[in-house]
C-alpha cells in the first residue's frame, strides 16, 4: 500500500526526463489489493527428503544402493559416452568386484607350494593400489577427473574381467587340453578387449589431448596384469 | 648514460639478480644446484654476458623454469611438474635410448633438462610385469614338452621382479648421483646431472630389455645370450655416452672406475634376471635323454628333476 509521492512534473521540457519517470506518477489506492502468501517451496521438500532416508526400512536404502550399482554394471557392458559412471560414483561395485575377484583367485588354504597363484591379500593390493596408482597417473598429467570418480570407473571396468574369471572356473571343470585352454585364453582376451575400451570411453576425454596415450598405457597395462593372473590360475 | 641504462634495466633485472650472484657472470657460469629447485641452471641473465653456445639453451630453459620454482615439496603441484611431457616427448626420449650415439648426450638432447618421472615409473613397472609373465610362459611352454614338469603360477616371482627393478632404477642413480655430486670438485667445465637426470637416464635405458625379456620366450639358448648379450650393448652403451662427458675431466683413475662399475651393475642385472626368471630348461630336452649332465643351476625344480632323469 505505497502511496507515491507526488512530483511535481518537471519545470521545463528542456531537460530529459529520466527512466521509468512516469512510476512516481502513480498512486497505489486502497482498493487495489496487494496480498498473499510467500512460501518457499524448497523447504518442504528438503525436510522430507531428510526423513525419507531416515524412516525407510532398511530394504529400502539396500536395494536403492543395489539398484544403483547394477545400473552401473549395464552402464560398464554397454559403454556409451554417459556421464552416469562420473557423476555419481560410488566405491560398493569396485569393492564387491574386486573381493569377488580376489575370493576366485586365491589359491586354497590346503595348497602349501611357496610359487602358487596370488593370495587374497595380493590380487586386493594389486587392484587398489593399482587404481590409486593410475588415478595419481592421470592427475599428474593433468587431467581433470576427480579422484574417486576416476576410482569408481576403473573399479566398474573390471566387471567383464570377472565374467570371465567365472567363465574360466566352469570351463576348467571340464577336462584339461589344449581346447580347454584355447577356450579360456580366448575368452580373457575378448573380456580384457571389453574392459579396455569400456575405461577410455570413460576416462579419455579427461585428459589433454596430446597425453592421452600417456594415461591410457597404465590402464592397459592394469588390466592385463588381472588378465594374466585369470589365465593362468588353476584350480 | 650507463647510469641511466641501469636504471632503466632496474625494474626487469629485479628477478633475474635473484640468479646472478655476480655482475660479470662470464667466468662462473656453471650449472649450480639449488635445494628447492631439480633442474640445472645456468647462471647469468640475458645476452649481455657473452653466452658460450652450448650453453645457450640450457640459459633460456633458466628462464622458463623460474616459474616453477616456487611450489614446495609438500604441494601436489610440485609432482606435477616432473610429468609434465607429452606422449610425442616420451616416445623421443625412448628413441633416443634404444640408439646411443657418441657425440649425442641424452641428457641435453632428449631430456633437454627438463627431466620427468613418467618413464623411469612406467618403464620399471612394465619390465616388472613383463619378466614375471613371460617367465611363467617358458614354463608352460617347457611343461608343454615335457609334462612331468609341475606347472604353477608362480605368483611371489612378480614381487621379486617388482622390488629388484625399483631397487636398481633408483638405489643405483642415487649413489651414482652422490658419487659424482662427491667428486664434483675436480671437474671445472661441466656440472654433474642432477638426480632426477639421472633417474632418467637409468629408467629409460632399461627399456631395451622389454623387447629383449619377451623375445627370451624363445627356447634356444645360443639366441637368448646373443639377445641379452644386444640389449645389455646398446643400454650400457647409453649410459656411458651420457656419463662420459661429466666423468672425463675427473682422473683417469675414477673414471674408469666409475664407468666399469656401471657397466658391472647392468650385466649383473641382466644376467641375473636371466637366471632367476628363465630358468635353463632341463638338459634332457636339449639332448638325447641318455646323456647324464650337470644339474641346472636353479633349485626350483628338484623334485621333478630325479623323475625325469629316471627315464
Redesign the interface.
Given at each position: 500500500m505505497a502511496e507515491a509521492a507526488e512530483s511535481p512534473g518537471d519545470p521545463g521540457t528542456a531537460t530529459p526526463r529520466p527512466l521509468f519517470a512516469g512510476l512516481s506518477d502513480i498512486s497505489i489506492s486502497q482498493d487495489i489489493p496487494v496480498e498473499g502468501e510467500i512460501t518457499i517451496p524448497m523447504r518442504s521438500r528438503i525436510r522430507e527428503f531428510d526423513s525419507s532416508t531416515l524412516n525407510e526400512s532398511v530394504q529400502n536404502t539396500i536395494m536403492r544402493d543395489l539398484k544403483a550399482v547394477g545400473k552401473k554394471f549395464m552402464h560398464v557392458l554397454y559403454p556409451r559416452k554417459s556421464n552416469t559412471l562420473l557423476r555419481d560414483w560410488d566405491l560398493w561395485g569396485p569393492l564387491i568386484l574386486c573381493v569377488t575377484l580376489a575370493l576366485m583367485l586365491q589359491r586354497g588354504s590346503v595348497d602349501s607350494?611357496?610359487?602358487?597363484?596370488?593370495?587374497f591379500a595380493?590380487v586386493f593390493v594389486i587392484v587398489w593400489f593399482g587404481a590409486v596408482t593410475i588415478t595419481l597417473?592421470s592427475?599428474?598429467?593433468?587431467g581433470n577427473i576427480s579422484f574417486f570418480q576416476s576410482l569408481c570407473v576403473l573399479g566398474y571396468c573390471i566387471l567383464p574381467l570377472t565374467v570371465a574369471m567365472l567363465v574360466c572356473r566352469l570351463v576348467l571343470l571340464a577336462e584339461q587340453g589344449p581346447i580347454n585352454f584355447m577356450v579360456r585364453l580366448f575368452v580373457v582376451i575378448l573380456m580384457f578387449a571389453w574392459s579396455i575400451v569400456a575405461s577410455t570411453a570413460f576416462l579419455a576425454d579427461s585428459q589433454p589431448p596430446?597425453?592421452?596415450?600417456?594415461a591410457v598405457?597404465?590402464v592397459f597395462?592394469f588390466y592385463?596384469?588381472i588378465s594374466?593372473?585369470i589365465l593362468?590360475?588353476?584350480p | 648514460m650507463a647510469a641511466a641504462d641501469e636504471l632503466a634495466f632496474h625494474e626487469f633485472e629485479e628477478a633475474t639478480n635473484l640468479l646472478a650472484q655476480t655482475p660479470d657472470a662470464t667466468t662462473t657460469r656453471s650449472d649450480q644446484l639449488t635445494p628447492q629447485r631439480h633442474v640445472a641452471v645456468a647462471v647469468g641473465s640475458g645476452g649481455s654476458y657473452g653466452a658460450e653456445d652450448d650453453l645457450e639453451e640450457s640459459d633460456k630453459a633458466a628462464l622458463l623454469q623460474e616459474e616453477k620454482q616456487q611450489p614446495g615439496f609438500w604441494t601436489?603441484g610440485y609432482?606435477?611438474s616432473?610429468?609434465?611431457?607429452?606422449?610425442?616427448q616420451?616416445l623421443d626420449r625412448i628413441k633416443g635410448s634404444l640408439l646411443p650415439r657418441p657425440g649425442h648426450n641424452f641428457v641435453r638432447h632428449h631430456l633437454r633438462n627438463r627431466p620427468d618421472l613418467?618413464g623411469p615409473f612406467?618403464i620399471c613397472?612394465?619390465l616388472a610385469?613383463v619378466l614375471a609373465?613371460t617367465g611363467?610362459l617358458t614354463l608352460?611352454l617347457a611343461q608343454r614338452r615335457d609334462p612331468s614338469i609341475h606347472?604353477?603360477?608362480?605368483?611371489?616371482?612378480v614381487?621379486v621382479a617388482g622390488i629388484t627393478i625399483y631397487c636398481y632404477a633408483w638405489l643405483v642413480p642415487l649413489a651414482l648421483w652422490g658419487f659424482l655430486q662427491w667428486r664434483k670438485g675436480v671437474r671445472e667445465r661441466m656440472g654433474p646431472y642432477t638426480f632426477l637426470e639421472t633417474v632418467c637416464i637409468y629408467g629409460y635405458s632399461l627399456f631395451v630389455f622389454i623387447p629383449t625379456v619377451v623375445l627370451w620366450l624363445i627356447p634356444i639358448p645360443w639366441l637368448q645370450w646373443l639377445f641379452g648379450a644386444l640389449a645389455l650393448a646398446l643400454s650400457a652403451a647409453g649410459l656411458v655416452f651420457t656419463l662420459w662427458p661429466v666423468v672425463r675431466e675427473d682422473t683417469r683413475l675414477a673414471a674408469a672406475v666409475l664407468l666399469s662399475a656401471v657397466v658391472l651393475l647392468h650385466a649383473l642385472l641382466a644376467v641375473g634376471c636371466k637366471f632367476y626368471f628363465f630358468q635353463p630348461l632341463p638338459p634332457e630336452l636339449l639332448e638325447p635323454p641318455h646323456q647324464a649332465t650337470a644339474q641346472p643351476p636353479n633349485t626350483?625344480l628338484p623334485p621333478t628333476l630325479p623323475k625325469s632323469m629316471a627315464t
Open positions: 607350494e611357496k610359487d602358487g597363484g596370488p593370495q595380493e597417473n592427475k599428474l598429467l593433468g596430446n597425453r592421452k596415450a600417456l598405457y597404465p597395462l592385463f596384469v594374466w593372473m593362468t590360475f588353476t | 601436489f609432482y606435477q616432473f610429468f609434465d611431457v607429452d606422449t610425442s616420451v613418467y612406467w613397472a612394465t610385469f609373465v611363467n608352460v606347472y604353477s603360477p608362480q605368483f611371489h616371482k614381487t626350483l
